[in-house]
């Protein structure tokens, strides 16, 4: 019998990037009001930096100069497989105050939301840690028969 610490293998930190690099949805999970909140967004990379645009309101407010986490997965319904990338990092807005330079890359990353309305605020997530898991296909737990899922 295979344990379930066989079936995860851990993603070294470029590959984590690289990863994010390859997708646009993620969520943001954030303390607000003293309760945890997660928000589904699309998003860009500028290098390793996460950069989101959204409107103003409630996800900026909630996020803004916060320690938040990032998370970005891919699953395998079919083979049972899959992977996740978590990033903890600080998030903060993107405004005039902000050197020209950095308001002009984190435009570039190209970012456009896919929910309606007016979206010119800009987010930027700067990473302190990554970590990613990989779910390997292994053999399935005893008792559960994996001709259901093929």
């Known amino acids: 019998m295979t344990s379930a610490a066989d079936?995860?293998?851990?993603?070294p930190a470029e590959e984590c990037y690289a990863l994010l690099a390859d997708h646009e949805v993620g969520r943001i999970g954030v303390i607000a009001?003293?309760?945890p909140l997660i928000i589904p967004v699309n998003y860009g990379?500028?290098?390793?930096t996460i950069v989101i645009r959204t409107h103003p309101g409630s996800t900026l407010s909630a996020v803004e100069h916060a320690n938040v986490t990032f998370e970005v997965d891919d699953i395998d319904r079919r083979t049972r497989t899959g992977w996740n990338v978590l990033v903890r990092g600080?998030?903060?807005e993107v405004g005039p105050?902000?050197?020209a330079g950095l308001v002009r890359r984190t435009h570039a990353a190209g970012?456009?939301?896919?929910a309606p309305g007016g979206h010119g605020s800009w987010l930027r997530i700067i990473p302190q840690?990554?970590?990613g898991r990989r779910i390997v296909r292994g053999q399935l737990p005893w008792g559960v028969d994996d001709r259901a899922y093929l």
Not at 7 to 11: Q, S, Y
Not at 45 to 48: F, Q
């Open 97 to 99: 105050r902000h050197r």
């Open 90 to 92: 600080l998030a903060e």
């Open 111 to 114: 970012v456009e939301p896919w």
């Open 129 to 131: 840690s990554v970590s």
């Open 33 to 35: 009001e003293h309760h």
């Open 45 to 48: 990379m500028d290098g390793r």
């Open 7 to 11: 079936l995860l293998e851990t993603i």
